[in-house]
C-alpha cells in the first residue's frame, strides 16, 4: 500500500541551525501539507502547497519556514534558525486529487532542539 | 477559527464496553474526519462524512454529524485493547484546503 515516508526519523540540533526535513507523499497525490504537534498537544496545520506553490500558511509559518519540492518526489520543510519552542513531532500529509478528504500521514520526524 | 474542540480529553474504560468521542466545531464544513494516532506515531485515517450526511458506520465505528449544531461524535463498539490511542476529529472547511484538527480525546481500553 502506497505511503508518505519521512526522515529523518529523530533529529536533536543546536538552537540556531538550520534544519532540513525531508518527506516522500504518495506518488500520484497533489496536494501536500506539513503539519506539527508539540509532545502531547494538538496536531497544528502549518502550511499546504499545491501546483509547486504554496497555497496557504498559519501564523506559525513564519520567515523562518520554508518548503520546497524540488523534484517530482520529494517535499521539505526548511527552518532557517532553529529556537527551543520548534521542539515538536513534524507530520507531513498528503491528499490526492481533490483538496478535500482523507489525508495521508507520515509516521513523522521529532525535532529536538537544544 | 474553524478549529473542533473535543470531550473528553481522556476516557478510560473497560474492554468490551463502548467508548464515545464527541467533537465541536465553528465554521462551515465540507466534511469531518475521524483519524486515530497510537503513541509516537503518524496520524491514521478511520472515517470521512460529508456536511449532507447524518450518520456513517465502517466496521465497529459510527460516527454522526449534526451541522445545525456543529457537532459529530465517534463511537467506537465492543472496545478493545487494541484501540487505546487518541482520537482526533478534523474538519474541511469550504473554500479551505487544509484540515483543521481538535485538540483530541485520549482513549485508554482496560483489559
Known amino acids: 500500500e502506497p505511503e508518505v515516508t519521512q526522515t529523518p526519523s529523530h533529529q536533536v540540533t543546536q538552537m540556531g541551525q538550520e534544519v532540513i526535513l525531508r518527506c516522500v507523499p504518495i506518488?500520484?497525490?497533489?496536494?501536500f501539507y506539513w503539519y506539527r504537534q508539540i509532545l502531547g498537544q494538538k496536531v497544528e496545520f502549518l502550511v499546504s502547497?499545491?501546483?509547486?506553490?504554496?497555497?496557504?500558511k498559519s501564523e506559525i509559518f513564519d520567515d523562518q519556514f520554508s518548503v520546497e519540492r524540488p523534484d517530482g518526489s520529494n517535499f521539505t520543510l526548511k527552518i532557517r534558525s532553529t529556537k527551543l519552542e520548534d521542539s515538536a513531532m513534524y507530520f507531513c500529509?498528503?491528499?490526492?486529487?481533490?483538496?478535500?478528504?482523507?489525508?495521508?500521514f507520515g509516521e513523522g520526524s521529532r525535532l529536538t532542539v537544544l | 477559527s474553524q478549529q473542533g474542540e473535543e470531550d473528553p480529553q481522556a476516557l478510560s474504560i473497560q474492554e468490551g464496553e463502548n467508548a464515545t468521542m464527541n467533537c465541536s466545531y465553528k465554521?462551515?464544513?465540507?466534511?469531518l474526519q475521524w483519524y486515530r494516532q497510537n503513541s509516537g506515531r503518524g496520524l491514521v485515517h478511520l472515517i470521512l462524512?460529508?456536511?449532507?450526511?447524518r450518520e456513517k458506520h465502517s466496521g465497529r465505528l459510527r460516527v454522526t454529524l449534526d451541522t445545525s449544531k456543529k457537532s459529530s461524535s465517534l463511537l467506537i463498539t465492543a472496545s478493545r485493547a487494541a484501540d487505546t490511542a487518541s482520537y482526533f476529529c478534523?474538519?474541511?472547511?469550504?473554500?479551505?484546503?487544509?484540515?483543521?484538527f481538535g485538540q483530541g480525546t485520549r482513549l485508554t481500553i482496560n483489559p
Open positions: 465554521t462551515s464544513i465540507n466534511n
Open positions: 462524512i460529508r456536511s449532507n450526511e
Open positions: 502547497f499545491y501546483n509547486n506553490e504554496i497555497s496557504e
Open positions: 506518488s500520484n497525490h497533489l496536494y
Open positions: 500529509a498528503s491528499r490526492g486529487y481533490v483538496a478535500t478528504g482523507e489525508l495521508f
Open positions: 478534523a474538519t474541511d472547511g469550504k473554500g479551505a484546503q487544509k484540515l483543521v
